[in-house]
């Protein structure tokens, strides 16, 4: 069974422009989550889809944005990147039911995301 | 609020020996579940082990155990038998059964192994 995939794994930007990251989760899994690693902060919650709607969401500025398709692929938007913005960038996704505390959440690879 | 705690930035343990990796959390949720994940410098982030809030019996995965006392709210992972390929990152971490799929991360012990 394929693992979650995130493309693309590196990626350079320069402050103002906007990026898109991409994720596809194991199949079967309906929800997918989003999180921010730096040295400074660790791992922090973007926000989580199930079913292409948001259920949750962490504490971070509407610059941050995702969605999920009815394949349940998903995506992240990052708008006028900051150099503060450089992390690497986790997709996980969860077996069904959901809420109920017990299921691991499978990573990608991450896409790692460096601001000039 | 939750918050996990993982008070050992680094540790060293000798090849074959056994390391037990502290983490303490705080939670006002009844049902929720504890995780260990690892993460190799390559930075995947590997499921290693899950246990339930309710479950009364520690959880354990082949050279993986958890050792969990909920009224210390620790979950300590034991790693018996070490071996060099678990130099990596280890993160504790909480999903609360109420908050959908969000995962609280501590931040991290950095496992060393020597030869």
């Known amino acids: 069974k394929a693992g979650v995939t995130q493309t693309p794994r590196y990626l350079i930007k320069t402050r103002g422009q906007q990026v898109t990251l991409s994720c596809s989760p194991i199949?079967?899994?309906?929800?997918v989550s989003w999180y921010q690693q730096t040295p400074g902060q660790g791992l922090q919650f973007l926000f989580e889809?199930?079913?292409?709607?948001?259920?949750n969401k962490g504490n971070f500025p509407g610059r941050f944005s995702g969605r999920q398709f009815s394949n349940s692929r998903s995506e992240m938007n990052v708008s006028t990147l900051e150099l503060g913005d450089s992390a690497l960038y986790l997709c996980?996704?969860?077996?069904?039911?959901?809420?109920?505390?017990?299921?691991?959440?499978?990573f990608g690879d991450g896409t790692r995301l460096s601001i000039l | 609020a939750q918050k996990i705690t993982q008070t050992q930035p680094g540790m060293f343990v000798q090849e074959k020996e056994a390391v037990t990796l502290d983490c303490t959390y705080d939670?006002?949720?009844?049902?929720?579940?504890l995780f260990w994940y690892k993460q190799p410098s390559s930075g995947e982030m590997i499921f290693l082990i899950y246990?339930?809030?309710?479950?009364?019996q520690n959880a354990t995965e082949g050279r993986y155990s958890l050792n969990f006392q909920k009224a210390r709210k620790s979950a300590n992972l034991v790693i018996s038998a070490s071996q060099l390929g678990d130099s990596a990152m280890y993160f504790c971490?909480?999903?609360?059964?109420?908050?959908?799929?969000?995962?609280?991360f501590g931040t991290g012990t950095s496992l060393t192994v020597i030869p």
């Open positions: 971490a909480m999903s609360p059964a109420n908050t959908g799929n969000q995962f609280y």
């Open positions: 889809y199930f079913s292409e709607t948001q259920r």
């Open positions: 246990q339930g809030s309710y479950d009364e």
């Open positions: 996980a996704s969860s077996l069904d039911p959901p809420g109920l505390g017990n299921q691991p959440q499978h």
């Open positions: 939670t006002s949720d009844q049902s929720y579940g």
């Open positions: 199949s079967g899994h309906r929800s």
